[in-house]
């Protein structure tokens, strides 16, 4: 599936409980990809679906191994809604969400995949839903929430001053952010509803965790992968960007799905 192909895939809209509308797409899903449920690929904050997802050809890998894939927007992100209150980003209303994408979708069950923050909606989903989750894969989170060690009154300062941040992972992660326009408030508002969220999945669905050699975020997601009796694979050599465009990552994840 080439790059221009991908491009052309519409932008959907499900409406969220709260009234809140989650942007999606849908790529493939005809009789040739019916074998397995499609793959929900969830991604980080301060991203997008297209980034994180097509940039990386995450959707082609996918697509060239016959699944068919749905890619979200969290809400705040890319072409969704973008709130600017904390409460509507409390991990229930994003798990919600998704439900609501799935329904909009019409996906009964999927696979999911979820990068970094996007592990934090997964957990919800797989809470509340369980029932529609066969398989879920971790990339680039561990048990420590990263939000939960930052300063908040910081990060404020940096979306909302431009003012600099002693903390170089604060800075790291917003300024790119900043720079591309991103709606300063709202990811505010998700990092005050999100900072703290469990990463939590039933027990009875089986889970791959992925991380970088070299990535700080997920930590402690070895130790966490076998205390759920989980399989666990590090990425040699790549950091928290570098672990997602890994070719090691997307085969990992198309064998453990399949």
Same mark, same amino acid.
């Given at each position: &599936? ?44 301060? =991203? ?39 409460? =509507? ?26 990068? =970094? &923050? ?141």
């Amino acid at each position: &599936m080439s790059r221009a192909t991908a491009a052309r895939v519409p932008t959907l809209h499900a409406e969220a409980p709260d009234g809140v509308l989650i942007a999606y797409r849908v790529h493939g899903g005809g009789d040739a990809d019916a074998a397995l449920p499609p793959v929900l690929l969830v991604h980080g904050f301060a =991203s997008d679906a297209r980034v994180t997802w097509e940039g990386t050809g995450w959707v082609r890998a996918l697509r060239d191994a016959h699944r068919a894939v749905i890619t979200i927007d969290l809400r705040g992100h890319g072409e969704s809604d973008k709130p600017a209150d904390a409460d =509507s980003y409390a991990p229930e209303r994003l798990g919600a969400d998704l439900v609501a994408v799935l329904d909009s979708a019409g996906a009964d069950r999927v696979d999911l995949v979820g990068y =970094s &923050m996007g592990n934090r909606v997964v957990s919800d989903l797989a809470g509340i839903a369980p029932e529609r989750v066969r398989r879920v894969v971790v990339g680039g989170a561990g048990p420590r929430e990263l939000f939960a060690s930052w300063d908040l009154e910081e990060a404020r300062a940096v979306l909302l001053d431009d003012e600099p941040s002693r903390n170089p992972l604060i800075e790291q992660v917003l300024r790119p952010a900043i720079d591309a326009g991103a709606d300063r408030e709202a990811l505010l508002a998700c990092i005050e509803g999100v900072a703290g969220a469990p990463l939590a999945i039933p027990g009875e669905i089986p889970v791959l965790f992925v991380a970088g050699e070299h990535d700080p975020v997920p930590e402690g997601a070895r130790e966490l992968a076998l205390e759920w009796n989980a399989d666990y694979v590090s990425i040699p050599g790549r950091d928290h960007v570098s672990t997602l465009t890994a070719r090691a990552f997307k085969d990992a994840a198309i064998a453990f799905l399949a």
